[in-house]
């Protein structure tokens, strides 16, 4: 459940990414994250339907990295991937979809796409607002248009990627435990990126 935690303060950051390049003058408090996220609802659980909820043209996150690459990954078998939490932010024109992926009955990790339409948010300004954010975020060559890795205090592990996906502002992550490295997620998210 931590996973799904991650996810939803995820998107806190996320929801605060327009609000330093819009000059609303919230730029000073836009890229603090929320530590009062909402726990995601019993009803925010993977389910085995996924409505299409993103603009045209958007593919599922489900559909852009396997269970089996997550698997291979993480050298766990059984992994299984099921649509999860969506998130949508009227401020920014962020709508937020993601894939959760379990083994054993546990959450092992989590994909997340935003796609901000409408919002010309460039890449650049993404990761700049997510290192603001995420102290010890570091950079991650080759993944994207730029990407970061970091930890965070709920103990997770997040590797995030900025691109410009037919004109549109997309940030693709991955969430997992905090004994994921940087080695394990980028192939992850980079296979995500390239299937957008």
């Avoid at 925010?44 to 043209?57: F, H, L, V």
């Avoid at 990790?109 to 650049?124: D, P, Q």
Wanted: proline share 7%; charged share 15%; glycine share 8%.
């Amino acid at each position: 459940m931590r996973i799904s935690r991650a996810i939803v303060g995820f998107a806190a950051v996320i929801a605060t990414l327009s609000a330093c390049s819009s000059g609303d003058g919230k730029s000073d408090n836009a890229a603090k994250p929320s530590s009062q996220a909402p726990a995601p609802s019993s009803s925010a659980a993977p389910s085995s339907s996924a409505a299409p909820t993103g603009g045209a043209g958007a593919k599922e996150p489900c559909a852009l990295l396997p269970a089996e690459a997550v698997s291979k990954a993480i050298n766990i078998q059984g992994v299984t991937s099921a649509p999860g939490p969506v998130q949508d932010n009227a401020a920014n024109g962020g709508k937020a979809k993601s894939c959760v992926y379990s083994a054993a009955g546990k959450q092992i990790g989590a994909l997340a796409v935003t796609r901000f339409e409408g919002n010309k948010i460039k890449s650049a300004e993404m990761i700049a607002a997510l290192k603001k954010a995420k102290a010890n975020a570091k950079d991650v060559p080759g993944v994207g248009e730029g990407a970061i890795y970091y930890t965070d205090e709920n103990k997770t592990a997040t590797l995030a990627a900025a691109e410009l996906v037919n004109d549109v502002p997309v940030l693709v992550n991955y969430t997992g435990p905090v004994k994921m490295t940087q080695e394990m997620m980028a192939p992850l998210v980079k296979t995500a990126v390239d299937a957008n």
